[in-house]
């Protein structure tokens, strides 16, 4: 009898390298629920978004961005049980009560995965010059010192 031959195991993610991009649309679905002011996003902001999103993922192993893209697709699978219908196609109060519930769901490797993925679309979204700059949010490498120097300058103008 001959041993079996030694296969190779090959990780079965073809889309390893594409970051969020294979699961953008049901991705839409959750971000547009955290952040009401994506909805009316053109295609071209949204991969924007999505590409800022990425850009911070390449700074982790790329195990997360895995973990998150199969985190996208439980949760866009798992409305089909209380819904009967994928999350992507939900009305937004039925998205937001679901996520809502994820996030504070009793399973903490969801909960905690939610959590991830929600701050992952802040930073995506924040980190936006337009969005901060319409915020009013004026960063700067001096911190406190220039934002404290700024305040003052506009006092004295007053």
């Known amino acids: 009898m001959q041993a079996p031959e030694h296969t190779e195991i090959v990780h079965a993610g073809a889309d390893d390298d594409a970051g969020l991009a294979p699961v953008a649309g ?11 002011a994506t909805q009316g996003l053109s295609a071209q902001e949204y991969a924007a978004l999505i590409a800022r999103i990425d850009a911070r993922l390449a700074q982790e192993e790329p195990i997360v961005t895995t973990q998150l893209r199969f985190l996208v697709r439980v949760l866009d699978f798992l409305p089909l049980f209380r819904y009967g219908a994928p999350l992507h196609s939900l009305p937004a109060d039925q998205r937001h009560r679901f996520l809502a519930w994820m996030q504070d769901c009793p399973i903490a490797k969801l909960r905690v995965g939610v959590w991830g993925l929600r701050t992952m679309i802040y930073v995506g979204w924040y980190t936006d010059t337009q969005v901060a700059q319409g915020l009013g949010w004026k960063a700067s490498a001096g911190g406190w ?3 404290r120097a700024r305040e003052n300058a506009v006092q004295e103008r007053t």
């Open 26 to 36: 049901p991705l839409r679905a959750i971000v547009e629920a955290f952040i009401p």
């Open 145 to 147: 010192q220039d934002y």
